[in-house]
Nanobody, 129 residues
Framework: QVHLVESGGGSVQAGGSLRLSCVVS????????LGWFRQAPGKEREGLAR???????SYVEAVRGRFTISRDGDGNILYLQMSSLKLEDTAMYYC???????????????????????WGQGTQVTVSS
């Protein structure tokens, strides 16, 4: 059974940093796509960053240059280093895993989200002024 468990969320002042972690278990095999998403109250879930099995990385414009996605050597822990946080970054953050096709469509497209089959429960990030 596949499990994804996020941690590292919390409250931070604008301009601060946080690092989120996601432990992935039960999803064996190297051919998979891992990503970070978020959902703010009253808004659609949106993709932020993803990494494919070959190490290829993509970001949406809203976080490019501020957020960095990475994974450990085994690919079983996914990270999201967030810096220069803004008030609008306040949201529930989720990690997700899916087959290689999950890394082929445009990350900002809503159609990409259901391609990720497995999701964590989320970790809350709150940015205050």
């Amino acid at each position: 059974q596949v499990h994804l468990v996020e941690s590292g969320g919390g409250s931070v002042q604008a301009g601060g940093s946080l690092r989120l972690s996601c432990v992935v278990s039960g999803y064996t095999g190297s051919r998979r796509c891992l990503g970070w998403f978020r959902q703010a109250p009253g808004k659609e879930r949106e993709g932020l960053a993803r990494i494919d099995s070959g190490g290829g990385i993509s970001y949406v414009e809203a976080v490019r240059g501020r957020f960095t996605i990475s994974r450990d050597g085994d690919g079983n822990i996914l990270y999201l280093q967030m810096s220069s946080l803004k008030l609008e970054d306040t949201a529930m953050y989720y990690c997700a895993a899916g087959p290689p096709v999950s890394c082929l469509t445009a990350l900002q497209d809503l159609d990409t989200i259901p391609l990720f089959r497995y999701w964590g429960q989320g970790t809350q990030v709150t940015v205050s002024s």
